[in-house]
Each structure stands twice: as structure tokens, then as C-alpha cells.
């Protein structure tokens, strides 16, 4: 399985910006992909994900309301929108990828499959 993260950059606090997660092209049918971020100096935390069969998503407390995984199932692809950003969003922003599970897991070690990352920044 391979990922890759696009769509970062540098914006201003109240901008948005939508990540791209492209994937290696399998049906993706049985998997969960999620998105985690990890700011320096701090652990990598789960943002939001979503199960593929059925679209079933979940999104961090931190995030709910602001941002929105989607996939297309035609592109093999996960997005991130990400409205109202704030600097706290600042972060290396990660895809991932695990067979699907009951539950859709928050954890970044229930995750089998990472992409490199991509760069937000957002000015205050």
C-alpha cells in the first residue's frame, strides 16, 4: 500500500486549505484511511478518518466543524478540507492506512500504512 499526501502550505489564520491523500491504486474497499498531524515537539494525533465501504467518518473534538474527510472512490483518493484554520493547526499532516477494523480507529499504532507527510503552516 502506498500513500501520498499532498496540499500543503502556508496560509492565514481563517484560510483553508484541502489535502490530498493518493493512494497505490488497490480497491481500498476493506480499509479504514485516516488523517493524523503531528506539530514539533509534540506526539502525532489523530485528525479524522474514514471507512471506506460505507463512508463512515470520525473527526477529532479539536477539528469537528471545521474539517471534513471525504474520499473519491473513482480517484483512489482521501481528502482533508480544512476551513477556519488557526494556528494551532500547524503541523506535518500524514495519511494512513489499515484493513478495516469493527471500529475506525483514532490511535497513530493501529494504522499499518503512512505516507510521507505534508506541511501546514498557518500564520497568525
Known amino acids: 500500500v502506498q500513500l501520498q499526501a499532498s496540499g500543503g502550505g502556508l496560509v492565514q489564520a481563517g484560510d483553508s486549505l484541502k489535502l490530498s491523500c493518493a493512494t497505490s491504486?488497490?480497491?481500498?474497499?476493506?480499509?479504514?484511511l485516516g488523517w493524523f498531524r503531528q506539530a514539533p515537539e509534540k506526539e502525532r494525533e489523530f485528525v479524522a478518518a474514514?471507512?471506506?465501504?460505507?463512508?463512515?467518518?470520525a473527526h477529532a473534538d479539536s477539528v469537528q466543524g471545521r474539517f471534513t474527510i471525504s474520499r473519491d472512490n473513482a480517484k483512489n483518493a482521501v481528502y482533508l478540507q480544512m476551513n477556519s484554520l488557526k494556528p494551532e493547526d500547524t503541523a506535518v499532516y500524514y495519511c494512513?492506512?489499515?484493513?478495516?477494523?469493527?471500529?475506525?480507529?483514532?490511535?497513530?499504532?493501529?494504522?499499518?500504512?503512512w505516507g510521507q507527510g505534508t506541511q501546514v503552516t498557518v500564520s497568525s
Open positions: 474514514i471507512r471506506w465501504s460505507d463512508g463512515r467518518t
Open positions: 494512513a492506512a489499515v484493513v478495516i477494523t469493527i471500529h475506525i480507529p483514532i490511535r497513530a499504532y493501529e494504522y499499518d500504512y
Open positions: 491504486g488497490r480497491p481500498f474497499t476493506r480499509y479504514v
